[in-house]
């Protein structure tokens, strides 16, 4: 019987000669739980690993399969300890400038501190990683925040301020976490890290990056509604994802992204989020529209508290669209487990009904519907 490729070192070499080695072809017969597999890919050198990646063109997402197999691997090693196979993945991974999963540029610095590894301060790949990490901390500030440790362990103490307030305005929402983190040394106790996680205007631009509580808490029993056309996202989308699609969505250069806080999408790849004209209220206060993967536009709730009393009654963002202003006459099946949220974090719109909730969407955020209609090329 013929071998995969994976299965031999030398196939792989022959491979990365014969300029195969980077096909689709090639990266869809890697299974990650096939030890033959694993072992092959750890047998190669950085420069073999990088030869395995497909090149990126323009601003294209690099989701190459391969580069996602790398992360997970390379973490996994990390966590076993096994930080020199992680490396050498991560050295290789690293050089792809957006791949897709951003997790991948948070774990490569990880992996790095010497506070989890115990191998000393490494000066040289420091070099080589923050340059190729940094550009990704504003889609996920954890970057800024393993950057900071990295800098402190390195004796750069100004970089490490700059970028705990980089993880602080971009949205990190563990800071209770980053401000009591032992790695950081003496550090913790100088008055201008300490006046970081109090200072308003990180803390307001925190704010309009971090998932709301109760959508927090709505992530976390979404197996109670997970027949909905709905998928809600762990994190605000940054204004740079948004700014990604939102630019060939309307054919705009410069479409109105910063009045837009994504949180979620339907199966067709339509967007559903909070219009924030204004940052002068609690952004659930805002209302929550919908920008649809063939180009609509909608108002799905007036509120997020309006958006749980119709998500209580089963109804996604989709749903919502086709009902119009009246539930259906046969009723609708209550989610208790989204209800008791509702009442938990909205007591005030508990009794309101959906057939509210739905008449109360049509005069809300009605410059929004303007706004973008008049962005689309």
């Not at 070099?127 to 990295?150: D, E, S, T």
Request: glycine share 6%; proline share 6%.
């Amino acid at each position: 019987m013929k071998k995969a490729i994976w299965d031999s070192v030398d196939a792989v070499r022959d491979a990365i000669v014969a300029g195969t080695a980077s096909s689709y072809a090639t990266q869809r017969m890697f299974v990650l739980d096939n030890e033959a597999h694993v072992g092959t890919l750890l047998a190669l050198s950085v420069d073999e690993l990088t030869q395995l990646i497909p090149p990126t063109k323009g601003r294209q997402l690099s989701d190459h399969r391969i580069v996602g197999i790398m992360s997970q691997l390379a973490y996994q090693r990390s966590l076993a300890s096994d930080f020199e196979a992680a490396w050498r993945l991560y050295d290789a991974a690293t050089t792809v400038p957006n791949h897709v999963d951003a997790m991948l540029y948070v774990n490569a610095l990880w992996a790095l501190l010497d506070d989890n590894h115990h191998r000393g301060v490494m000066t040289e790949r420091s070099a080589v990683y923050l340059p190729r990490c940094l550009p990704h901390g504003p889609r996920k500030p954890a970057v800024f925040y393993n950057a900071a440790c990295l800098c402190h362990e390195l004796g750069d103490d100004e970089k490490a301020l700059a970028y705990v307030r980089d993880a602080i305005r971009f949205g990190y929402d563990q800071l209770e976490q980053m401000r009591n983190d032992t790695g950081f040394g003496e550090l913790r106790h100088d008055s201008r890290f300490i006046a970081s996680f109090s200072d308003p205007d990180l803390i307001a631009a925190q704010r309009e990056r971090v998932l709301p509580k109760a959508l927090v808490a709505l992530k976390a029993t979404e197996g109670s509604w997970d027949e909905m056309d709905f998928e809600l996202y762990a994190h605000l989308e940054s204004e740079t994802e948004t700014l990604e699609w939102l630019v060939p969505w309307t054919g705009n250069d410069k479409p109105p992204s910063s009045v837009l806080r994504i949180f979620g999408q339907d199966g067709a790849g339509g967007k559903v989020g909070f219009f924030r004209p204004s940052t002068a209220g609690p952004i659930e206060d805002d209302a929550v529209v919908y920008l649809g993967s063939e180009g609509e536009l909608d108002v799905i709730a007036r509120d997020l508290a309006d958006f749980f009393v119709l998500v209580a009654a089963n109804l996604g963002p989709m749903d919502v669209r086709e009902l119009g202003d009246a539930p259906p006459p046969g009723g609708l099946r209550g989610l208790p487990k989204v209800a008791a949220l509702l009442k938990k974090h909205f007591p005030q719109a508990h009794p309101r009904s959906v057939s509210e909730a739905l008449a109360a969407r049509k005069d809300a955020a009605a410059s929004f519907v303007e706004l973008f209609r008049k962005a689309i090329r």
